[in-house]
Protein backbone atom coordinates (compact mmCIF):
# COMPACT_ATOMS: atom_id res chain seq x y z
CA UNK A 1 0.00 0.00 0.00
CA UNK A 2 1.64 3.30 -0.76
CA UNK A 3 0.58 6.34 1.85
CA UNK A 4 0.04 9.72 0.05
CA UNK A 5 2.06 12.06 2.88
CA UNK A 6 -0.29 14.87 1.75
CA UNK A 7 -3.47 13.17 2.74
CA UNK A 8 -5.97 14.49 6.07
CA UNK A 9 -5.10 11.23 7.62
CA UNK A 10 -1.20 11.96 8.01
CA UNK A 11 -2.11 15.30 9.36
CA UNK A 12 -4.58 13.78 11.69
CA UNK A 13 -1.92 11.08 12.47
CA UNK A 14 0.59 13.93 13.61
CA UNK A 15 -2.11 15.94 15.44
CA UNK A 16 -2.85 13.07 17.69
CA UNK A 17 0.70 12.16 18.26
CA UNK A 18 1.55 15.95 19.37
CA UNK A 19 -1.30 16.34 21.34
CA UNK A 20 0.12 15.22 24.82
CA UNK A 21 3.01 17.06 24.16
CA UNK A 22 0.96 20.23 24.07
CA UNK A 23 -1.25 19.51 26.79
CA UNK A 24 1.76 18.23 29.05
CA UNK A 25 3.15 21.63 28.43
CA UNK A 26 2.48 24.28 31.18
CA UNK A 27 2.37 28.05 30.62
CA UNK A 28 3.99 30.95 32.28
CA UNK A 29 2.65 34.12 33.00
CA UNK A 30 3.67 35.35 29.42
CA UNK A 31 1.45 32.39 28.08
CA UNK A 32 4.72 30.90 26.34
CA UNK A 33 4.41 26.94 26.35
CA UNK A 34 7.24 25.38 28.55
CA UNK A 35 7.90 21.76 29.14
CA UNK A 36 8.72 22.28 32.35
CA UNK A 37 7.60 24.86 35.13
CA UNK A 38 10.37 27.54 35.85
CA UNK A 39 9.97 25.84 39.27
CA UNK A 40 11.44 22.52 38.17
CA UNK A 41 13.96 24.13 35.57
CA UNK A 42 15.74 26.18 38.51
CA UNK A 43 15.66 22.28 40.65
CA UNK A 44 17.54 20.82 37.90
CA UNK A 45 19.81 23.92 37.84
CA UNK A 46 20.56 23.52 41.33
CA UNK A 47 20.92 19.44 41.18
CA UNK A 48 23.30 19.56 38.47
CA UNK A 49 25.52 22.59 38.99
CA UNK A 50 27.31 21.04 41.11
CA UNK A 51 28.51 18.36 39.21
CA UNK A 52 29.11 20.27 35.84
CA UNK A 53 31.25 22.41 38.36
CA UNK A 54 33.56 19.78 39.79
CA UNK A 55 33.85 18.31 35.86
CA UNK A 56 35.19 21.83 34.72
CA UNK A 57 37.51 22.61 37.90
CA UNK A 58 39.02 19.09 37.91
CA UNK A 59 40.55 19.83 34.22
CA UNK A 60 40.87 23.25 35.61
CA UNK A 61 38.74 24.93 33.23
CA UNK A 62 36.31 26.36 35.88
CA UNK A 63 36.62 30.05 35.98
CA UNK A 64 36.09 31.02 39.80
CA UNK A 65 34.11 34.10 40.63
CA UNK A 66 36.31 34.45 43.47
CA UNK A 67 39.08 34.63 41.32
CA UNK A 68 40.35 38.01 41.19
CA UNK A 69 42.00 37.78 37.89
CA UNK A 70 37.81 37.98 36.56
CA UNK A 71 36.25 40.30 39.31
CA UNK A 72 35.62 42.84 35.98
CA UNK A 73 34.64 39.96 33.61
CA UNK A 74 31.63 38.92 37.04
CA UNK A 75 30.89 42.77 37.46
CA UNK A 76 29.45 43.11 33.78
CA UNK A 77 27.78 39.69 33.92
CA UNK A 78 26.13 40.83 37.40
CA UNK A 79 24.88 43.96 35.84
CA UNK A 80 23.33 41.59 32.65
CA UNK A 81 21.62 39.14 34.85
CA UNK A 82 20.29 42.32 37.47
CA UNK A 83 19.00 44.37 34.51
CA UNK A 84 17.11 41.04 33.05
CA UNK A 85 15.50 39.63 36.02
CA UNK A 86 14.31 43.41 37.26
CA UNK A 87 12.87 43.68 33.33
CA UNK A 88 9.69 41.60 34.68
CA UNK A 89 9.57 39.65 31.64
Known amino acids: MKVDFTTGLWQLYYFI ?6 SSCTKNKNV ?7 D ?3 NLGLQVAPEVDS ?6 Q ?5 DPRYAEAYQHLD ?10 K
Open 55 to 60: IYRAQE
Open 79 to 88: LIVATILNSG
Open 17 to 22: FFLPFL
Open 62 to 66: LIEKN
Open 40 to 42: NNM
Open 32 to 38: DRLLFSI
